[in-house]
C-alpha cells in the first residue's frame, strides 16, 4: 500500500543512487537546479552506507537499478528508450543494461505449472530444459510433449515476483510525489502519470493469461504480413503465472555475425521491422511496444519472428491519424501543416501562434533533412520536438509514450542491421499508404458509412428517444395541457432537425 513506509524504500534508493555514484547523473538528466542537486546530495551522503553496493564493473545508474531489484530494473529498460525524457548521457548508460537475473529451480518451475494446469509436467513432457532465458519477471524452458514429441516454449513467474514488484511500484508513487511536489520544472514530464503507465504495464506482464491474449490477438491482425511470425499459445497448458506457446527456432536478431554466415540479407531485414512496426501502428492500432532484438529472431526461412508479449501497444484511429499527418507533413517538409495538426489535435494551447510553431519545427526537421541517410533518425526529431513543443506549452502526451519509445528502439533495432538505412525514406511508403486508405476521399466515404451504421443501430429507439426530448422540451416550455395537442404535428419537423443535427454531429466528431 501507498503511504509513508514507503519513506524506507526512498531512503534506500537515494543511498544507492549516491553509493554508486548515479545520484548526479540522475538530477543532471531531470535538469534539476544546482541548489536542489546539493541539497539532495547532503541528504543522501551521511546514509550512503545504508545503500546497496551493486556490481561495481557496472556503470553507475545501472550499477544502481540492478541492485536494487527486478522493479527497478523493468523502469531504467523503459527509461533507456526515452532519450528526449532523460537525456542522452543517461539513456546510453541504460542501454546497456541486462535485464537477467540468476534462474531459480526446475523444480520450482515445475510446481508452478502443475498448480497452473492441474498437470504434472514429468507426465506431459520427456523434456524439461534448465532456464534459456532468465529476465526480471519471468524464465523460458524449452520443453518437449512426450506424446506427440512437439516441441514448445514455457514462460514461468518468478516466486513472489508479484509481492516484489507491488512494493517497488508504490516506492515509485512516493519518489513521483515528491518529485511533482518539489520539483516545478520536472512537472511537464507528468511523473505521477508515467508512474501510472508503468504500473499498467507491469500489472498486465504479471498475469501470462493477458500476455497469451496478447499473443492470440497479434497473431490474428499480423496474420497476412509477409516475412513476419508470431508463435501461437497453446491454452490448455497456460494460465495466470505460465504461459506456453509454440517452439520456433530462429537466430537472435542482435546475432549480426550468424545471420551474416547464414545468408541472410541485413539491409533487407532492417527495412521490414522498421516498415512492420509502422504497419503494425498505423494499420492495425496494435503493436508490439518492446521489439528490441531480445525479442526478435529470424527464422532460417527469412521470416522475422516476435517474442514476449508482456507490452503492447494500442492507439485508436484517430491518434493514429493525427500521428501519420504529423509524420508524413515531416517527410514532405511541410511545417505549416505539422503546426496546424498539432494545434487541431489539441496537443499546443490555442493561444500560441501557428506560425511561429511551424517556423520552430522547421528549425526542427531542416537539419536533420540536412544529414546524410546514415544520420537521418527519427529518434533525434522525437528530442528535438518535444524541446519545440515544451517551449510552446505542450505536456507529455501519456497516450504517446508507448508508441514514442518502441519507435527509438525500432530504429535502434533497423540500424543496428543496416547502419546507414535512410528511415525516412523507409517509413514514405507505409505512411503515404495509410493516409491514402485513412485520410483521403476513400477514407470520406468510409467515415460516412460508418456514421450511417451508427444512426443504424440505434434507429428502434430514435422515436423514443425523439419522444423524451419533445416531451422534456414541450414541460419547460408549455404548461398547459392545450399545448401537447399540437405536439404529434410539430414532431415530425422536429424529428427531421433532430436527426440531421445528430447526423452532422457525429460527421464533425470523426
Known sequence: MRG????????????????????????????????????????????????????????????????LGPAYIKFGQILSTRPDLVGEELANQLSVLQDRLPPFSIEEAKKTFFKETGLSADEIFDEFSEAIAAASIAQVHKVRVRETQEKLAVKVLRPGIEKAFRKDVDAFYLIAGLVDFFAPFARRLRPVEVIEHFEGIVLSELDLRLESSSASKFKDTTRADNGFNVPSVNWKLSGKRVMTMSWVEGIALGDVKSLENSGHDKLALGERVLQLFLNHALRDGYFHA????????????????????????????????????????????????????????????????????????????????????????????????????????????????????????????????????????????????????????????????????????????????????????????????????????????????????????LLSNL
Open 290 to 505: 518492446d521489439m528490441h532484438q531480445g525479442n526478435l529472431k529470424v527464422s532460417s526461412d527469412g521470416e522475422i519472428i516476435a517474442y514476449d508479449f508482456g507490452i503492447m501497444g494500442y492507439i485508436d484511429e484517430y491518434t493514429r491519424r493525427v500521428y501519420a499527418e504529423i509524420l508524413y507533413g515531416f517527410i514532405k517538409r511541410d511545417y505549416k501543416r505539422v503546426a496546424e495538426v498539432h494545434f487541431e489535435a489539441g496537443y499546443v494551447p490555442m493561444d500560441r501562434d501557428v506560425e511561429d510553431f511551424a517556423n520552430a519545427l522547421r528549425a526542427v526537421g531542416e537539419p536533420i533533412f540536412g544529414m546524410d541517410a546514415a544520420n537521418i533518425s527519427m529518434g533525434k526529431l522525437l528530442t528535438y520536438l518535444f524541446e519545440v513543443t515544451e517551449r510552446f506549452g505542450m505536456e507529455t502526451r501519456t497516450e504517446l509514450i508507448l508508441l514514442q519509445r518502441t519507435m527509438v528502439v525500432v530504429e535502434g533495432v533497423a540500424r543496428s542491421l543496416n547502419p546507414t538505412i535512410n528511415i525516412w525514406k523507409t517509413a514514405q511508403p507505409i505512411v503515404e499508404n495509410y493516409i491514402r486508405q485513412s485520410i483521403g476521399p476513400k477514407a470520406i466515404f468510409k467515415d460516412i458509412a460508418d456514421t450511417v451504421r451508427v444512426v443504424a443501430r440505434f434507429g428502434p429507439r430514435l422515436p423514443n428517444l425523439v419522444e423524451n426530448i419533445l416531451l422534456d422540451h414541450s414541460e419547460k416550455q408549455e404548461k398547459k395541457a392545450r399545448g401537447f395537442a399540437k405536439l404529434p404535428y410539430v414532431s415530425i419537423a422536429m424529428v427531421s432537425a433532430f436527426l440531421g443535427a445528430l447526423a452532422a454531429n
Open 4 to 67: 509513508p513506509h514507503n519513506i524506507f524504500r526512498l531512503i534506500r534508493t537515494g543511498a544507492t543512487l549516491e553509493r554508486t555514484g548515479a545520484m548526479s547523473i540522475v538530477l543532471e538528466a531531470l535538469s534539476a537546479p544546482r541548489p536542489l542537486r546539493i541539497i539532495a546530495r547532503l541528504l543522501c551522503w551521511p546514509i550512503k552506507w545504508l545503500g546497496l553496493r551493486g556490481d561495481e564493473s557496472m556503470p553507475s545508474v545501472t550499477r544502481a537499478l540492478s541492485a
